[in-house]
Nanobody, 112 residues
Framework: QVQLVESGGGLVQAGGSLRLSCAASGSIVSIRRVGWYRQGPGKQRELVALITSAGRTDYADSVKGRFAISRDNAKNTVYLQMNSLKLEDTAVYYC??????WGQGTQVTVSS
């Protein structure tokens, strides 16, 4: 079972961009779905974006057109490019492999 480590979070002004990385300890080729989730203050964890082993992507309506998920199998890494960030994007972002393995999360804070 792979382990996942997120990175790339931080403090950014509204309208700015960040790229999150989810690095796996082993090959991600066999992982059917890698998802990025987030949990904002006082909110439930929600799915932000996912990518399948075939490269199919899906996004929450709230981030469509602003976020892009991609995977680099050679680097065992999945990315989340976040553009046009809004205050409501503030959350801890987690990646997950098939909903079974989770990283520790990375904080994203968007300021006005």
């Amino acid at each position: 079972q792979v382990q996942l480590v997120e990175s790339g979070g931080g403090l950014v002004q509204a309208g700015g961009s960040l790229r999150l990385s989810c690095a796996a300890s082993g090959s991600i080729v066999s992982i059917r779905r890698v998802g990025w989730y987030r949990q904002g203050p006082g909110k439930q964890r929600e799915l932000v974006a996912l990518i399948t082993s075939a490269g199919r992507t899906d996004y929450a309506d709230s981030v469509k057109g602003r976020f892009a998920i991609s995977r680099d199998n050679a680097k065992n890494t999945v990315y989340l490019q976040m553009n046009s960030l809004k205050l409501e994007d503030t959350a801890v972002y987690y990646c997950s492999a098939d909903g079974a393995t989770w990283g520790q999360g990375t904080q994203v804070t968007v300021s006005s």
